[in-house]
T-cell receptor, first 113, second 118 residues
Framework: AQSVSQHNHHVILSEAASLELGCNYS??????LFWYVQYPGQHLQLLLK??????LVKGIKGFEAEFIKSKFSFNLRKPSVQWSDTAEYFC???????????FGAGTQVVVTP | GAVVSQHPSRVICKSGTSVKIECRSL??????MFWYRQFPKKSLMLMAT?????????EQGVEKDKFLINHASLTLSTLTVTSAHPEDSSFYIC??????????????FGPGTRLTVL
């Protein structure tokens, strides 16, 4: 069965620290990969996406992610976090042309001042 | 990006009543919308795929008669929780599929509806 796993459920770090959130999926075919962010009290927003081409994708707010096909991974990174990055982060994978997504369990990130 | 709205944002109802939640694509047409349920501190669980002009496709374990979905127009899908019970209390989120090119498409999410059943 297809699945998406996010390694960390809860991450706490200080401002200016670097952030890396892991995401792995189990599916052998073509995938579209996404990272969404949900700020407290707000709806899901797209951070970045990978369809094809350069496996290193840059998104909004200084985030980037790297698709490593051999590892079935799509890890999210940010070199220096801010307090405003406190949010829940979801990795999502689309594996069929109808746009049906499978979401990871989410990672709650708390950035302390 | 494309904007998706949901109404209402919050609803409190008594057990046994039915609640309708609307999902609208505001500046684009969406032939396909999705309904998700999000439990506290949990991920989004896809409930069903709503297709304009045809029956919704439900995920395994989701009761069709409990969660009625209607996608009567290209900009509106509705989810009706029938005979709601406290265990139906949750955060319901819709999304609309936007085709980017060929096999690539994205989803734009609504702000969600918090349902509380007393």
């Amino acid at each position: 069965a297809q699945s998406v796993s996010q390694h960390n459920h809860h991450v706490i770090l200080s401002e200016a620290a670097s952030l890396e959130l892991g995401c792995n999926y189990s599916y052998g075919g073509t995938v579209n990969l996404f990272w969404y962010v949900q700020y407290p009290g707000q709806h899901l927003q797209l951070l970045l996406k990978y369809f094809s081409g350069d496996p290193l994708v840059k998104g909004i707010k200084g985030f980037e992610a790297e698709f490593i096909k051999s590892k079935f991974s799509f890890n999210l990174r940010k070199p220096s976090v801010q307090w405003s990055d406190t949010a829940e982060y979801f990795c999502a994978v689309k594996t069929d042309s109808w746009g049906k997504f499978q979401f990871g369990a989410g990672t709650q990130v708390v950035v302390t001042p | 990006g494309a904007v998706v709205s949901q109404h209402p944002s919050r609803v409190i109802c008594k057990s046994g009543t039915s609640v309708k939640i609307e999902c609208r694509s505001l500046d684009f047409q969406a032939t396909t919308m999705f309904w998700y349920r999000q439990f506290p501190k949990k991920s989004l669980m896809l409930m069903a795929t709503s297709n304009e002009g045809s029956k919704a496709t439900y995920e395994q374990g989701v009761e069709k008669d409990k969660f009625l979905i209607n996608h009567a127009s290209l900009t509106l899908s509705t989810l009706t929780v029938t005979s709601a019970h406290p265990e139906d209390s949750s955060f319901y989120i819709c999304s609309a599929r936007v085709e980017i090119s060929g096999r690539h498409n994205e989803q734009f999410f609504g702000p969600g509806t918090r349902l509380t059943v007393l």
